[in-house]
């Protein structure tokens, strides 16, 4: 309860039941101090009773101890009460005190304390008795709220409703923002405005020990106590929390699975209609496409697994205007575009899993979508190492499994392209001998006429461009393969 009531005659004789008790409002303390809550009374006749006393208190005293004339004393003891600080202080006449001490008076004053002036008849467990029966009566209708909050969200959730459409429910209950974050604090899903201020509260949702969740709660646009009326509802969003993680139910849109589903099954078959796909699930066909693919490098719980894809998932929606994913078991894919700036999308990803070094991530890029087939194959055949990783422009099996798509080509393109950074030629010449005669220095240096250093400089230079190590032999087959492939190419154009 608070001190509201007593701006208004009417609502104060309700309050004190009975209407000649003559209890009056001598001092309305500060702006908002009579809204402030009360949450027990304190009758005290210490000169500093702060040491037994809480938030939100309402003061009982008949001053006793405080029969002096001296403002110091009263301004030093009313100090010490907003401190606390206390919701008002209630001054009882006729045990000490004849009338309202004026120190006593002014002090409020000074500090915006509200003070009540008792008359002698108006005993001080009449007050805490209506007190206590106020408190019980809010605190019945708090959780009363709480409970028809926690079954009409209950309804929603087993009606099919997503976890955000609930909080959603909650958020207009509350009147403020709430967000389901993580042990990181991050936010996996979000609903509701805040009216200002910071997280008021957080409470622990039912989640397991595989990952805990809270819920918290910022710019609160009012008194109401949120234990109360979140505690039954946090049980529901806990365990539609955990159902969403751990049900075998895809969380995807069904025209992103469609996409990505033909994506991983193309095969360079020109008559796969990607375009047309891409299109119908919110997708730039024409544009550049970066892709992260999550798993586990071993044991992982599948409800961890998809909560920090999830994290993942919607932190990466900041940084990119579109965002597309599908679930698979132990996988999850996903198809980013428009990407806000030159972010580094590696170093962006790490932060997403600093605390899941178990888990397994490949990050791609890829700049048309006939190469999206093969980047995504190959980023795939890259999982199980745990950590987070950039997979290879190319692999062997992907070349071999592309030939002879547009896709393809662009990829060996791409791969080979850091060899123009000489802008000679020197190094592709010299990166194609080193591959047709397996690596012999010597014939190597008979065909370019070079010295065994310079050939060991541009071998060192090579590998640094391409980011490749030329003595792992899948590497370097896979290499040749594409230096063959663009060299075709070329022969195709002047052909024609």
Same mark, same amino acid.
């Given at each position: 309860?608070?001190?509201?009531?007593?701006?208004?005659?009417?609502?104060? %004789?309700?309050? /004190?039941?009975?209407?000649?008790?003559?209890?009056?409002?001598?001092?309305?303390?500060?702006?908002?101090?009579?809204?402030?809550?009360?949450?027990?009374?304190?009758?005290?006749?210490?000169?500093?009773?702060?040491?037994?006393?809480? *938030?939100?208190?309402?003061?009982?005293?008949?001053?006793?101890?405080?029969?002096?004339? +001296?403002?110091?004393?009263?301004?030093?003891? $009313?100090?010490?009460?907003?401190?606390?600080?206390?919701?008002?202080?209630?001054?009882?006449?006729?045990?000490?005190?004849?009338?309202?001490?004026?120190?006593?008076?002014?002090?409020?004053?000074?500090?915006?304390?509200?003070?009540?002036?008792? !008359?002698?008849?108006?005993?001080?467990?009449?007050?805490?008795?209506? *007190?206590?029966?106020?408190?019980?009566?809010?605190?019945?209708?708090?959780?009363?709220?709480?409970?028809?909050?926690?079954?009409?969200?209950?309804?929603?959730? @087993?009606?099919?409703?997503?976890?955000?459409?609930?909080?959603?429910?909650?958020? +207009?209950?509350? +009147?403020?923002?709430?967000?389901?974050?993580?042990?990181?604090?991050?936010?996996?899903?979000?609903?509701?405005?805040?009216?200002?201020?910071?997280?008021?509260?957080?409470?622990?949702?039912?989640?397991?020990?595989?990952?805990?969740?809270?819920?918290?709660?910022?710019?609160?646009?009012?008194?109401? $106590?949120?234990?109360?009326?979140?505690?039954?509802?946090?049980?529901?969003?806990?365990?539609?929390?955990?159902?969403?993680?751990?049900?075998?139910?895809?969380?995807? /849109?069904?025209?992103?699975?469609?996409?990505?589903?033909?994506?991983?099954? &193309?095969?360079?078959?020109?008559?796969?209609?990607?375009?047309?796909?891409?299109?119908?699930?919110?997708?730039?066909?024409?544009? &550049?496409? +970066?892709?992260?693919?999550?798993?586990?490098?071993?044991?992982?719980? !599948?409800?961890?697994?998809?909560?920090?894809?999830?994290?993942?998932?919607?932190?990466?929606?900041?940084?990119?205007?579109? *965002?597309?994913?599908?679930?698979?078991?132990?996988?999850?894919?996903?198809?980013?575009?428009?990407?806000?700036?030159?972010?580094?999308?590696?170093?962006?990803?790490?932060?997403?899993? $600093?605390?899941?070094?178990?888990? /397994? $991530?490949?990050?791609?890029? /890829?700049?048309?979508?006939?190469?999206?087939?093969?980047?995504?194959?190959?980023?795939?055949? %890259?999982?199980?190492?745990?950590? *987070?990783?950039?997979?290879? !422009?190319?692999?062997?099996?992907?070349?071999?499994?592309?030939?002879?798509?547009?896709?393809?080509?662009?990829?060996?393109?791409?791969?080979? @392209?850091?060899?123009?950074?000489?802008?000679?030629?020197?190094?592709?010449?010299?990166?194609?001998?080193?591959?047709?005669?397996?690596?012999?220095?010597?014939?190597?240096?008979?065909?370019?006429?070079?010295?065994?250093?310079?050939?060991?400089?541009?071998?060192?230079?090579?590998?640094?461009?391409?980011?490749?190590?030329?003595?792992?032999?899948?590497?370097?087959?896979?290499?040749?393969?594409?230096?063959?492939?663009?060299?075709?190419?070329?022969? &195709?154009?002047?052909?024609?």
């Amino acid at each position: 309860m608070s001190l509201p009531f007593l701006e208004d005659p009417c609502e104060f %004789q309700t309050w /004190s039941e009975t209407p000649d008790l003559n209890i009056r409002l001598r001092v309305p303390g500060g702006a908002g101090r009579l809204a402030r809550p009360i949450t027990w009374c304190a009758p005290t006749e210490h000169m500093d009773p702060t040491p037994f006393l809480s *938030v939100n208190a309402l003061v009982l005293t008949n001053g006793m101890g405080l029969n002096v004339t +001296d403002f110091r004393i009263w301004d030093a003891y $009313v100090e010490r009460l907003v401190a606390v600080p206390v919701s008002g202080l209630a001054f009882g006449l006729g045990a000490a005190h004849r009338e309202l001490p004026a120190g006593l008076v002014r002090a409020c004053e000074t500090h915006g304390l509200p003070l009540l002036e008792l !008359p002698p008849e108006v005993p001080f467990v009449l007050i805490m008795r209506h *007190v206590d029966r106020v408190i019980a009566a809010e605190r019945y209708e708090e959780l009363r709220k709480g409970w028809e909050l926690a079954d009409e969200c209950t309804r929603l959730a @087993a009606d099919g409703h997503s976890l955000a459409e609930v909080l959603e429910r909650v958020a +207009d209950a509350v +009147d403020a923002r709430v967000a389901v974050i993580d042990q990181n604090a991050f936010e996996l899903v979000a609903a509701g405005t805040a009216h200002g201020g910071t997280t008021r509260t957080a409470l622990r949702l039912p989640s397991g020990e595989s990952a805990q969740f809270r819920l918290a709660i910022e710019g609160i646009g009012s008194n109401i $106590v949120l234990q109360p009326i979140l505690g039954p509802v946090a049980a529901v969003i806990g365990m539609q929390l955990s159902y969403t993680l751990g049900s075998h139910s895809p969380l995807h /849109s069904v025209e992103a699975a469609r996409f990505m589903e033909a994506l991983y099954e &193309d095969r360079g078959d020109p008559s796969t209609p990607l375009r047309r796909y891409a299109l119908e699930s919110g997708c730039d066909p024409d544009g &550049d496409w +970066d892709t992260v693919l999550v798993g586990s490098s071993g044991e992982v719980a !599948p409800a961890r697994l998809r909560a920090i894809a999830w994290r993942a998932r919607v932190g990466l929606q900041g940084a990119y205007g579109t *965002v597309r994913f599908m679930e698979e078991s132990g996988l999850t894919t996903l198809l980013l575009q428009h990407r806000h700036g030159p972010a580094d999308l590696l170093a962006a990803v790490r932060e997403f899993f $600093v605390d899941a070094p178990e888990l /397994s $991530v490949i990050v791609a890029e /890829s700049a048309s979508l006939g190469e999206l087939p093969l980047t995504l194959q190959l980023a795939r055949r %890259q999982m199980g190492r745990p950590g *987070v990783h950039h997979a290879p !422009p190319a692999d062997l099996a992907g070349i071999v499994q592309g030939l002879p798509s547009p896709g393809l080509v662009a990829m060996c393109q791409r791969l080979l @392209a850091p060899l123009a950074a000489d802008g000679g030629g020197a190094l592709h010449e010299t990166f194609d001998a080193y591959l047709r005669h397996s690596g012999n220095s010597a014939r190597i240096c008979d065909e370019l006429f070079i010295h065994r250093n310079t050939l060991s400089y541009r071998l060192r230079k090579i590998e640094a461009l391409l980011q490749l190590d030329l003595t792992d032999g899948e590497v370097r087959a896979t290499c040749m393969l594409a230096l063959s492939i663009v060299a075709s190419l070329k022969v &195709d154009a002047k052909l024609v």
